[in-house]
């Protein structure tokens, strides 16, 4: 959801689903599929909207809706093992409880290749079997696409290239990079933004014996190696405040950086970049699971369950929203 609509849509949508399950003349099966809601993504986007969907259902729906208050089910699909597995094992297994303790269910270690008209098709990744059930709404939530306008940007921003870089680190112009020249602090600060440290590990060959030296085509599948084992940062609002803040100081001093830039070196056009990479500070996380409870893990392995944290996450929430600095 990007927009206030989208959110209006979906309510709109449940309603709908509960206006046909009250229609004359349909069987017990036909309501039943029609109030089947399906929330694909066992994320905290997913687990979150899975939990205020059954608390709109049970304290308000069922009061206009009482005649098919007992054929409402909500089920929440996952392909990995556990639900919220981006949380400590402990949120795991509290979420895990609390939901059967509310009556959704929880299907893990399934994927879906297709959805139908009025059927969601399943395949079990451990046995490799297929299956389907029917399905009233589906909500989508295993991930964020990105916004077309911000694509589009990303697009007309350009990459350095990997030639120039070599060319540049190879200080003797001998075809090589030797230990030394691999260190060079731009190419440690590329692999830095990959999450990777250890320079010397990426001079392995593919037995993992050292090397002196490596080519530019070893260079590159070097590089091509930490593209692969590089993480993206979660499509949060934590990140997206960090990364607005960061734009912002961006647009602020770009002028000023112009003629003294603060950033690594351009290799291709040389000069430097006018500012310093995005860098992200994790600061922990809250999951609200309905009913008054909330998970939260915090730095230092920090970790808390329960009606107290959802009052912790209601006061985040709302410094977030009007701050000590506003009017």
């Known amino acids: 959801?990007?927009?206030?609509?989208?959110?209006?849509?979906?309510?709109?949508?449940?309603?709908?689903?509960?206006?046909?399950?009250?229609?004359p003349g349909l069987t017990e099966e036909e309501r039943k599929t029609n109030l089947h809601f399906v929330v694909v993504g066992g994320g905290p986007t997913g687990i979150e909207f899975a939990a205020e969907l059954h608390y709109f259902v049970h304290e308000d729906l069922v009061n206009i809706y009482p005649s098919v208050k007992d054929l409402v089910n909500i089920t929440v699909?996952?392909?990995?093992?556990?639900?919220?597995?981006?949380?400590?094992?402990?949120?795991?297994?509290?979420?895990?409880?609390?939901?059967?303790r509310d009556g959704i269910q929880v299907l893990t270690g399934h994927c879906i290749p297709s959805v139908s008209d009025r059927l969601i098709n399943m395949k079990n990744k451990a046995t490799g079997s297929d299956d389907s059930m029917p399905r009233g709404m589906v909500v989508?939530?295993?991930?964020?696409?990105?916004?077309?306008?911000?694509?589009?940007?990303?697009?007309?921003?350009?990459?350095?290239?990997?030639?120039?870089?070599?060319?540049?680190?190879?200080?003797?112009?001998?075809?090589?990079?030797?230990?030394?020249?691999?260190?060079?602090?731009?190419?440690e600060l590329y692999l830095k933004n990959k999450h990777l440290f250890d320079v010397a590990s990426l001079l392995k060959d593919t037995d993992g014996s050292d090397r002196l030296e490596v080519d530019i085509e070893g260079f590159k599948l070097a590089l091509s190696h930490v593209d692969t084992q590089m993480k993206s940062h979660?499509?949060?609002?934590?990140?997206?405040?960090?990364?607005?803040?960061?734009?912002?100081?961006?647009?602020n001093i770009w002028e000023k950086r112009k003629?003294?830039?603060?950033?690594?070196?351009?290799?291709?056009s040389g000069?430097?970049?006018e500012v310093h990479p995005f860098r992200?500070?994790?600061?922990?996380?809250?999951?609200?699971?309905?009913?008054?409870?909330?998970?939260?893990?915090?730095?230092?392995?920090?970790?808390?369950?329960?009606?107290?944290?959802?009052?912790l996450w209601y006061s985040v929430y709302a410094s977030k929203l009007a701050g000590a600095h506003d009017p």
């Open 271 to 273: 000069g430097g970049h």
């Open 1 to 23: 959801m990007k927009e206030i609509e989208d959110a209006q849509k979906i309510r709109r949508t449940v309603i709908d689903c509960f206006e046909k399950a009250v229609l």
């Open 140 to 187: 989508w939530s295993t991930g964020v696409g990105t916004h077309p306008v911000v694509k589009d940007f990303m697009e007309q921003v350009g990459q350095e290239d990997i030639s120039e870089m070599f060319k540049a680190t190879d200080k003797d112009n001998s075809g090589t990079l030797t230990i030394e020249e691999f260190q060079d602090p731009q190419v």
């Open 259 to 268: 003629d003294n830039p603060e950033g690594p070196r351009k290799f291709r």
């Open 77 to 100: 699909i996952q392909s990995g093992d556990h639900i919220m597995n981006s949380f400590d094992e402990r949120i795991n297994s509290f979420a895990e409880q609390k939901f059967r």
């Open 234 to 251: 979660p499509a949060t609002a934590q990140v997206a405040t960090q990364q607005g803040a960061y734009l912002s100081r961006c647009f």
């Open 280 to 311: 992200y500070r994790h600061l922990g996380q809250f999951a609200p699971l309905g009913g008054e409870q909330a998970a939260a893990e915090l730095p230092g392995d920090w970790v808390s369950m329960g009606h107290s944290t959802q009052w």
